[in-house]
């Protein structure tokens, strides 16, 4: 089997939400723990943070918050390389040089890009769309998490469906460096999405939208930090339905009851919820609430135990941040020797 070099992001924006988890950073732990001739890279975005504001004061501690967080549900130094990205400038040299082979049209049509063009509509209640409302990052970190892949030359990145647009920007970025920069090799691997099997987590008090960190009503979601009880009073108050016959799987029509048992599935490790569903057929809401509740207590009761524990021991956390960041420079450094000569700078 030909090893692969794996690499993924997130952003510090916060401690994670149950989402975050069940959806992206748990299958992170998987593929570290599965995967053992791999190589695993994961690193915590700081700079995709600055696309929208940040409080100076708390980013640096979310920042820290993030790379604990990493390390408390099962992400080791010593099989992975665990890092943050400002601790390595040449992610922001190897972005600006894609930048300068990347079509301003394709990124314009990325959705994320369109989404913040509609939403600066509606701020200003004006058909016309303002774009001095928009910095230029949020139009071109999509390069910027094509350099964070590229960088390490990476073959594989596990990501979420909403973002294999950004992927295949990636792919075409790299395939244009490869033609554009000719050397005795080819530059960069086209890397392949790990699409993880879909667990999309909905918010808890309005099922119609994912759960976010960015809703404004907190008792939507569940964040990893939160305790038994403050879990049991979210799980509680979830939205669910009026339909007395017992609890059924039917997304369209139940979205708030089959999201509990998407999270209960997700929480025993089961891929299938419709099976899995069928064996809580019936069970009155309480109970189910009941059964949720527990559910993620087990789940996350070890990672929180941790988080505090990691929390207090600032000198370990420094310590994995310096030694990922020299391990993280050390492999991008190759790739940079390579890249400048086919440059010419
Ligand atoms: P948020 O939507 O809370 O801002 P991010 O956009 O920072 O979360 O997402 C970080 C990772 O978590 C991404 O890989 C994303 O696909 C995943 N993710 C976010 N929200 C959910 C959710 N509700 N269910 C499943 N995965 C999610
Ligand atoms: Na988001």
């Not at 401690?15 to 992170?28: C, E, F, Q, R, T």
């Not at 570290?32 to 995709?48: C, M, Y």
């Not at 108050?237 to 997304?251: E, F, M």
Request: charge should be neutral; hydrophobic fraction near 40%; include cysteine.
């Amino acid at each position: 089997l030909k090893s692969r070099t794996i690499f993924s992001g997130i952003q510090p924006t916060g401690i994670p939400h149950l989402g975050n988890y069940l959806g992206a950073l748990s299958n992170w732990v998987k593929i570290q723990n599965e995967n053992p001739q791999d190589k695993h890279i994961f690193s915590v975005v700081g700079w995709h943070a600055l696309t929208l504001p940040q409080n100076p004061k708390e980013l640096g501690a979310s920042r820290r918050d993030m790379l604990a967080v990493l390390l408390a549900i099962g992400i080791d130094p010593k099989k992975s390389i665990i890092f943050h990205q400002d601790s390595n400038a040449m992610h922001t040299e190897l972005a600006w040089i894609l930048s300068c082979i990347t079509p301003t049209g394709r990124l314009r049509r990325m959705t994320s890009w369109k989404t913040r063009l509609a939403q600066s509509r509606n701020a200003n209640s004006e058909s016309e769309v303002d774009e001095s409302l928009l910095n230029a990052g949020l139009l071109t970190y999509p390069v910027l998490q094509a350099a964070d892949i590229l960088l390490y030359q990476a073959t594989h990145v596990p990501v979420g469906e909403d973002q294999n647009q950004h992927l295949e920007l990636c792919r075409d970025i790299a395939d244009s460096f490869n033609r554009t920069f000719k050397g005795r090799s080819r530059m960069f691997p086209l890397p392949t999405a790990l699409i993880t099997p879909s667990k999309r987590i909905l918010s808890l008090t309005d099922p119609s939208a994912k759960m976010s960190k960015s809703a404004p009503d907190p008792s939507s979601r569940i964040l990893l930090t939160d305790s038994a009880k403050q879990i049991a009073a979210k799980v509680r108050g979830a939205v669910t339905d009026s339909i007395s016959t017992g609890v059924s799987y039917d997304p369209d029509e139940r979205p708030g009851t089959s999201n509990l048992l998407a999270i209960l599935s997700a929480c025993f490790g089961h891929e299938d919820v419709r099976l899995f569903a069928e064996t809580c057929r019936g069970m009155s809401h309480g109970v189910l609430k009941g059964e949720v509740a527990g559910a993620v207590e087990d789940l996350i009761a070890g990672p929180r135990a941790e988080f505090e524990r990691l929390k207090g021991d600032v000198g370990y956390l420094d310590q994995v941040a310096r030694e990922g960041a020299e391990a993280a420079r050390e492999l991008s450094a190759r790739t940079m020797v390579q890249v400048r000569e086919r440059i010419g700078l």
